[in-house]
């Protein structure tokens, strides 16, 4: 008899136990490693052979390849001392449902083809709109409802969507986009939603960036008279994207005067809360979102800040028939007695492609192992520690805050060039003992300090900014007198 060519149940279960402890080991030992790869261009890949191997490997050797020529190129976003963008924290529950996701190797993309895998996340995301006391119409009960999403880009672009197709009576996506739609957002939204007007058809000449307040927040008086001229012109504005958190420096867009506009004017509201939208799982953070009840989409991600590995990205809207009647196609194949029923959510609908995992178990996981008050609680932990670092900042005159630090971003800077300001960040992040990034804020180059990390400590703030005076002290001298 030919040998098998699979890994025997022994085998899978021995090399399993193995990766499980290998995990637990990074965990364990990650601060060990410079947080940012410390590569150059091509050696990872000149590292590895060139084609691949004719005869299989033993997992032992396999393994040995992870140790050797991977892990030198990875990033370790998992550690403490990870403060740079915005984060994509994990969890071992977390990575436990994501196996066992993998594991089940479902693939959802029907109703039928896993009940589980759609109810599931219908549920969850109803409980995470309670724990995070998101307005009422965007639960499944009533004719809204949420789906989890590879990415916010993803949500943001099927917000594009449902809203061209809304403007347009749905003739879009017959005709192809003929009208000259235009979208609007702050001109420190997230580039993702300029990447959605390029993709759903409408141009990037008609996204409107509009300016902001001193505290980086969308001005609604001028997105008003951005829309009368645009309509005074003969097109067709069709939606603003507000932001709850922008990348930069966390700012808030005044989601009351935004939605009051939305609603004059008929134009669809989305509000992206990539990262900061996690904090409203604590009731005296839950001020952030105050007019969301006027949004009409709404997304934040669980693979940003709670504890949740990615891809998870939660996208809710008000309204589920006007985004399934956007994104529908069924043909013959897909046919079957549940989905002509309406008993059913088909998620094929909700996004753009037709497959799709079992996410919600991770997220399920995350939720039952912690508890909301788990939760809660490492929230809060980490908005002290960055207002912790906050007034460290404050209190060292060679330093300058940049933005309101509100929540768990601190923007700062040396009072210094922009190019003393580079080599700072250049020497902090080659000496791998953290990882920071930068963003330009009123034109000046500016450091992000982002606290979100699932093991992140008060040594870790700690050592961080120790660091960051140590380099100042060589740069600009020493704060002493
Ligand atoms: N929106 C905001 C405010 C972000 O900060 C980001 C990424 O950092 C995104 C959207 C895009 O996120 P994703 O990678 O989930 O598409």
């Known amino acids: 008899m030919e040998p098998s060519r699979h890994m025997t149940s022994q085998q899978f279960r021995d090399a399993g136990k193995r990766l499980i402890d290998w995990i637990a080991d990074y965990y364990e030992r990650v601060e060990r490693y410079p947080v940012l790869a410390q590569v150059v261009p091509g050696q990872i890949r000149q590292s590895l052979p060139p084609d691949p191997p004719q005869s299989g490997e033993k997992f032992d050797a396999i393994l040995a390849s992870v140790n050797a020529k991977i892990m030198p190129g990875v990033t370790h976003w998992q550690s403490p001392n990870f403060f740079a963008y915005f984060p994509a924290n994990t969890s071992e529950p977390s990575v436990l449902g994501d196996l066992l996701s993998t594991g089940l190797g479902v693939q959802g993309m029907l109703w039928a083809t896993s009940p589980a895998c759609t109810e599931l996340e219908t549920l969850v995301l109803d409980w995470l709109a309670k724990m995070l006391a998101l307005p009422e119409a965007f639960l499944s009960s009533g004719k809204g409802g949420g789906v989890i999403q590879d990415s916010a880009s993803s949500s943001s672009l099927c917000a ?7 403007a347009t009576g749905f003739r879009s996506n017959e005709d192809g986009c003929r009208d000259e739609l235009v979208a609007y957002t702050s001109t420190q ?14 141009g990037r000449r008609n996204l409107r960036l509009i300016d902001v307040d001193s505290n980086f927040a969308m001005r609604p008086d001028l997105l008003e008279k951005a829309i009368e001229e645009d309509k005074h012109a003969g097109k067709i504005p069709f939606i603003v994207c507000a932001t709850i958190g922008t990348t930069s420096s966390l700012a808030l867009d005044p989601l009351e005067s935004i ?23 604590c009731p005296e953070f839950r001020h952030i979102q105050q007019g969301l009840e006027l949004a009409d989409s ?31 196609v069924l043909p013959e194949y897909l046919r079957n007695q549940a989905s002509g029923s309406d008993a059913v959510f088909e998620y094929r609908n909700w996004h753009v492609p037709l497959g799709r995992r079992f996410r919600a ?37 060679r330093f300058e805050l940049i933005a309101p630090a509100a929540l768990n971003l601190i923007c700062f800077r040396l009072k210094a060039s922009d190019e003393l300001n580079e080599k700072l960040l250049r020497r902090l992040n080659h000496s791998g003992k953290l990882y920071l990034s930068h963003t330009r804020l009123n034109g000046k180059y500016t450091i992000r300090f982002c606290v979100a990390q699932t093991k992140t400590e008060l040594p870790h703030i700690q050592r961080a900014w120790d660091a960051i005076r140590t380099e100042a002290d060589a740069l600009v001298g020493s704060s002493q007198p």
């Open 160 to 166: 594009v969507l449902a809203a061209r197709e809304r």
């Open 361 to 397: 178990l991770k997220l399920w996981f995350v939720i039952q192992h912690y508890g909301v008050e788990g939760l809660q609680w490492l929230i809060r932990r980490h908005v002290e520690l960055a207002q912790t670092f906050l007034r460290w900042v404050r209190d060292d005159q």
């Open 259 to 281: 939605g009051g506009i939305c609603k004059k004017h008929n134009l669809w509201m989305h509000v992206d809360a990539a990262m900061a939208g996690t904090a409203a799982l």
């Open 189 to 202: 939204a997230h580039s993702s939603i300029e990447k959605d007007v390029k993709v759903a058809g409408i």
């Open 298 to 328: 709404y997304c934040f991600d669980a693979h940003k800040w709670m504890f949740t590995n990615f891809d998870c990205s939660c996208f809710y809207v008000a309204d589920r028939e006007t985004l399934t009647r956007s994104l529908d």
